[in-house]
T-cell receptor, first 113, second 113 residues
Framework: KQEVTQIPAALSVPEGENLVLNCSFT??????LQWFRQDPGKGLTSLLL?????REQTSGRLNASLDKSSGRSTLYIAASQPGDSATYLC????????????FGSGTRLLVRP | DGGITQSPKYLFRKEGQNVTLSCEQN?????MYWYRQDPGQGLRLIYY???????QKGDIAEGYSVSREKKESFPLTVTSAQKNPTAFYLC????????????FGDGTRLSIL
């Protein structure tokens, strides 16, 4: 059964710092790996989607990588800003007919001014 | 503009009462999903539907029911059989049968009176 883990659970950094969020998954048979952002009391916003055949995806200051063989994905945030403060969740899409997303429990990020 | 609308934003349930959470999308997406989120945890799949008039149980379907009579609507009923319904409920949709990014509504917070 697929399990997705995110470390650390919480992270506090000063503004301007580059940072890496980690995501690991136990079963490499996935269609894709997705990163989401969640603001308090809100739904999820899709940030990046990496197909199983890809190694990385970039959007602005965000870069996500995928290493299926080791069961790991990282989200790199460059030059962090206070507006980046949120919870970041990763999710693996199951490679079966269910197309279920299996979520990690998230990393709560605080960027201090 | 297109999106997913969940209502109400807050809902209170009395003992023995069934309550229904609304989810409407105007994105013309085929697939729709219901997730439950507990504090500090990731999302867990309750039910999903890949096509009108068809739906499947997710990982925690007990005590919940759904219907998919229209493409744009996927209401979730929390029945009295769900003994611990207090949580944040999120609805999502995606193109095709699930390989595309999921778009989320802003959620409904359900509490017990």
């Amino acid at each position: 059964k697929q399990e997705v883990t995110q470390i650390p659970a919480a992270l506090s950094v000063p503004e301007g710092e580059n940072l890496v969020l980690n995501c690991s998954f136990t079963d490499s048979a996935i269609y894709n790996l997705q990163w989401f952002r969640q603001d308090p009391g809100k739904g999820l916003t899709s940030l990046l989607l990496i197909q199983s055949s890809q190694r990385e995806q970039t959007s602005g200051r965000l870069n996500a990588s995928l290493d299926k063989s080791s069961g790991r994905s990282t989200l790199y945030i460059a030059a962090s800003q206070p507006g980046d403060s949120a919870t970041y969740l990763c999710a693996a899409l199951e490679m079966d007919s269910s197309y279920k997303l299996i979520f990690g429990s998230g990393t709560r990020l605080l960027v201090r001014p | 503009d297109g999106g997913i609308t969940q209502s109400p934003k807050y809902l209170f349930r009395k003992e023995g009462q069934n309550v229904t959470l609304s989810c409407e999308q105007n994105l013309n997406h085929d697939a729709m999903y219901w997730y439950r989120q507990d504090p500090g945890q990731g999302l867990r799949l309750i039910y999903y539907s890949q096509i009108v008039n068809d739906f499947q149980k997710g990982d925690i379907a007990e005590g919940y029911s759904v219907s998919r009579e229209k493409k744009e609507s996927f209401p979730l009923t929390v029945t009295s059989a769900q003994k611990n319904p207090t949580a944040f409920y999120l609805c999502a949709s995606s193109m095709g049968k699930g390989k595309q990014p999921q778009h989320f509504g802003d959620g409904t917070r359900l509490s017990i009176l």
